[in-house]
């Protein structure tokens, strides 16, 4: 069974730093992309960074870029999320995401659009919160 387990959520104050980790379990093979998700309560999901299959090409949301890095470990089957000059309104949980698939579907998937055709496989979710 394919699990995804996210760590690294804690309380930090703006200006901070935090490294999100998550490790994949119950799969032998690469997935088509990586990706981190987030969501503040009362507000919906929304895309934070993304990682193609190919390792390299790494994309973000306007609101992290130049303060978030997306990375992996191949070797430890984790996905990494580095967060600099953290904000209060980086608050939320956050969510590893991956598509997994044998047969992946058209469009490709990319882990940036979070549907069910873009990604398949869910961590369970890690907190952080930034005190101004």
């Known amino acids: 069974q394919v699990q995804l387990v996210e760590s690294g959520g804690a309380s930090v104050e703006a200006g901070g730093s935090l490294r999100l980790s998550c490790v994949g379990y119950?799969?032998?093979?690469?997935?088509?992309?990586w990706g981190w998700f987030r969501q503040a309560p009362g507000k919906e999901r929304e895309w934070v960074a993304a990682?193609?299959?190919?390792?390299?090409?790494?994309t973000y949301a306007d609101s992290v870029k130049g303060r978030f890095t997306i990375s992996r470990d191949y070797r430890a089957d984790t996905l990494y999320l580095q967060m600099n000059s953290l904000k209060p309104e980086d608050t939320a949980t956050y969510y590893c995401?991956?598509?997994?698939?044998?047969?992946?579907?058209?469009?490709?998937?990319?882990?940036?659009?979070?549907?069910?055709?873009?990604?398949?496989?869910w961590g369970q979710g890690t907190q952080v919160t930034v005190s101004s």
């Open positions: 995401a991956i598509h997994l698939s044998l047969s992946p579907p058209l469009p490709a998937p990319t882990c940036t659009r979070g549907t069910r055709n873009d990604v398949n496989y």
């Open positions: 119950g799969y032998n093979y690469s997935p088509q992309c």
């Open positions: 990682l193609a299959a190919n390792g390299v090409t790494k």
